[in-house]
């Protein structure tokens, strides 16, 4: 367990490198290729982290000021994933959480449960997260190993029903992503899809940022987008001139760093995805596994970018409307991609939607956060987090509805939250396994009537 807990601290920029490279050699890739993959893995992550770094740094100061000059009074400060994850690992949960979670992966790959294949270890936080909280709220660890172990379920679910989207929008074929934000609130964007699909003319309303390109030449290019909203935003922050033209070049650069960052992290992933996805296909002949890689992924799309940056102000003012919130976004609006990044591919890009969805997540997101911030305190407070006094909450994680459920179904303390919430994210994902067998029976007829075709041409 020492072990195990050295690497997680070694934090995603190492600990995944040092998996791929393991995962390499047993796929037989040879210690040069292997060694390759995990390296430039690495280098996407500290891109990342640097590209992350620069939103934080400036638009963290931006969001303050914002919440500042508007009078907004949100007293409980969003800490973010990068204050929830070590909360996570450093519980009592987090020494167990990594094992747990695989074994659900594997138990439910023998019973053909899923078809997804998880390597991405560092995001089982999320899991270790889910069971942390249940075991704070309820004194049980055992009942926090059954958080780990549902969330753990679902979310490998999750990665089965959107593999066919991330294949499609997000050109990435064989490849899931089955943890985090983007995958366990992607089932509120399918119903949202479907309902706005039945609204005559609004089904019609369709823009995203290539179309704006196309439209309006080089100011509806992705990078004159970023500019526009640092502008907006560090004039809603009362930013001095200098400041807000600074923020506008800062965003600007976001929306080409970032894509750019994320192929490094693509080109390493993906020769190590098809190897594992060429050995199981001979060992496992007509099954089609999907590898669960990291969320990070879908941030090299520029619509999902463009949502993201739209959704920094949006975020904070939904919070402003969200009853009874106590909860300032801030940690979290750098990577508030991660939230919507599933979305973008449900809507096919459609920007439109994207904001009605997102609105409709995030809204739900900052409500629980607010639900969550006395136990999301005491875990803080129990792994030595926060000095006497303070309160913490979180949008990652600390606002997720699995969470949320299962910590007010053992608790009963929130039951209206827990009967609203719970029917609201049930239908979500029970409306999203319904489609997704409409969309495999169907498929699996059209290539049944083209194998028809080709049989009857010979």
């Known amino acids: ?54 939103l934080t740094d400036n638009l963290g100061p931006a969001a303050e000021a914002m919440a500042e000059r508007f009078e907004i009074g949100l007293s409980v400060v969003d800490v973010g994933w990068p204050g929830a994850a070590p909360m996570a690992w450093a519980s009592s949960i987090g020494t167990v959480a990594i094992p747990v979670a695989i074994l659900v992966n594997v138990l439910m790959l023998v019973f053909k449960m899923t078809k997804v294949v998880n390597v991405d270890i560092w995001n089982i936080w999320h899991m270790t997260f889910t069971g942390a909280i249940v075991s704070a709220a309820t004194g049980s660890f055992w009942l926090g190993i059954v958080g780990v172990v549902v969330h753990s379920a679902l979310v490998y679910k999750l990665g089965d029903w959107f593999a066919p989207t991330i294949e499609k929008f997000y050109g990435l074929p064989g490849v899931t992503i089955p943890h985090g934000t983007g995958a366990y609130m992607a089932p509120f964007a399918v119903v949202i899809d479907a309902i706005l699909d039945k609204i005559p003319g609004v089904k019609k309303i369709n823009f995203n940022s290539n179309k704006l390109e196309e439209k309006f030449g080089v100011i509806g290019e992705p990078v004159i987008i970023g500019s526009f909203l640092g502008v907006v935003i560090g004039l809603l922050a009362g930013f001095p001139i200098s400041d807000v033209l600074q923020l506008g070049i800062q965003m600007a650069a976001v929306m080409v760093l970032m894509p750019t960052v994320v192929k490094f992290i693509m080109e390493g992933l993906m020769p190590i995805a098809e190897a594992a996805r060429e050995m199981l296909d001979k060992r496992f002949q007509g099954e089609n596994y999907y590898i669960g890689l990291d969320p990070a992924l879908l941030l090299g799309n520029s619509q999902v970018v463009a949502a993201s940056l739209l959704f920094v102000p949006l975020t904070i003012i939904i919070a402003i409307f969200v009853p009874g919130n106590s909860v300032l976004p801030f940690g979290d609006l750098a990577t508030i991609g991660f939230f919507i990044s599933l979305a973008v591919g449900i809507h096919k890009g459609n920007l439109f939607r994207t904001i009605i969805s997102g609105t409709v997540i995030m809204f739900i997101t900052i409500w629980i956060a607010d639900k969550m911030v ?13 000095t006497s006094g303070q309160q913490v909450a979180s949008l990652d994680q600390g606002g997720s509805p699995i969470t949320f459920i299962l910590t007010e179904l053992f608790t009963l303390e929130n039951i209206v939250g827990l009967i609203v919430i719970g029917a609201i994210y049930l239908f979500c994902v029970l409306f999203t396994f319904v489609q997704f067998k409409r969309k495999k029976l169907a498929n699996d007829e059209n290539v049944s009537e083209e194998s028809d075709d080709i049989r009857q041409t010979i």
Request: net charge positive; aromatic share 4%.
């Open 374 to 386: 006395g136990v999301h305190t005491q875990l803080a407070n129990n792994v030595g987090a926060v």
């Open 1 to 54: 367990m020492n072990i195990l807990q050295y690497l997680l601290d070694l934090g995603p920029s190492v600990m995944l490198p040092i998996v791929i490279i393991i995962l390499g050699l047993l796929l037989k890739q040879g210690f040069g290729k292997s060694l390759r993959s995990g390296i430039t893995i690495g280098i996407g992550f500290v891109g990342i982290t640097l590209v992350i770094s620069l």
